[in-house]
């Protein structure tokens, strides 16, 4: 699988984009799939997870929760994030990642498919 990530750029404090990881080479529609990201000498955190279904389960860090939305369209092999009210803490490469099963986890250990990341950059 390929995963490939796109939607990220420079937006003003406040701002909305729409990342998008679409997946190629055969379907995700049975893999859960995360949202990472990794700010500049920070670690790798999770952001958002969805189950195999969609509009399934979902789960979102905190610092995300109400501002960030993630969900899945099967038929087009496709994973989305739509993010609202961004900020500057924000700022960061936002990696979609495909889980070995069904379900989601905030552990990254658990994916074994990984786009290339998108750059987000939020000014203030």
């Known amino acids: 699988v390929q995963l490939q990530a796109s939607g990220g750029g420079l937006v003003q404090t406040g701002g909305s984009l729409r990342l998008s990881c679409a997946a190629s080479?055969?379907?995700?529609?049975?893999?859960?799939m995360g949202w990472f990201r990794r700010a500049p000498d920070k670690e790798r955190e999770f952001v958002a997870g969805?189950?195999?279904?969609?509009?399934?389960?979902?789960d979102y860090a905190d610092f995300v929760k109400g501002r960030f939305t993630i969900s899945r369209d099967n038929a087009r092999n496709t994973v989305y994030l739509q993010m609202n009210s961004l900020k500057p803490e924000d700022t960061a490469v936002y990696y979609c990642?495909?889980?070995?099963?069904?379900?989601?986890?905030?552990?990254?250990?658990?994916?074994?498919?990984w786009g290339q990341g998108t750059q987000v950059t939020v000014s203030s």
């Open positions: 990642a495909a889980a070995r099963s069904s379900w989601y986890s905030r552990n990254p250990e658990i994916y074994n498919y």
């Open positions: 969805i189950t195999w279904r969609g509009g399934g389960s979902t």
């Open positions: 080479g055969r379907t995700i529609s049975n893999n859960g």
